[in-house]
């Protein structure tokens, strides 16, 4: 069963930034397409970022020019670079493929923007 490790959150002040690691376990991840999501309080959990097999990308709306999504294929791990980082980007920030989330879910990385 593949496992999804996330890492590299924190506390960080608006303005600044932020780079997420999602590391699997197993190397086949690298065919899948993968994405972050992240929920916030009370909200439900939302697409971010999304990379496919052949390095093409779709962003959310809400972080187009300022958030960047890539995969180290050797290293079984995609990565969120967060710039430019907002209040409402504070949430739990997770990966798992898409459009459906395939595997089960880890524990997420904690990213808090104070203003």
């Known amino acids: 069963q593949v496992q999804l490790v996330e890492s590299g959150g924190g506390l960080v002040q608006a303005g600044g930034s932020l780079r997420l690691s999602c590391a699997a376990s197993e190397s086949r991840t690298n065919l899948f397409t993968m994405a972050w999501y992240r929920q916030a309080p009370g909200k439900e959990r939302d697409m971010v970022a999304v990379i496919n097999g052949g390095g093409g990308t779709i962003y959310a709306q809400s972080v187009k020019g300022r958030f960047t999504i890539s995969r180290d294929n050797a290293a079984k791990t995609v990565y969120l670079q967060m710039d430019t980082l907002k209040s409402e980007d504070t949430a739990v920030y997770y990966c798992?493929?898409?459009?459906?989330?395939?595997?089960?879910w880890g524990q997420g990385t904690q990213v808090t923007v104070s203003s």
């Open positions: 798992n493929t898409f459009p459906a989330a395939k595997i089960h």
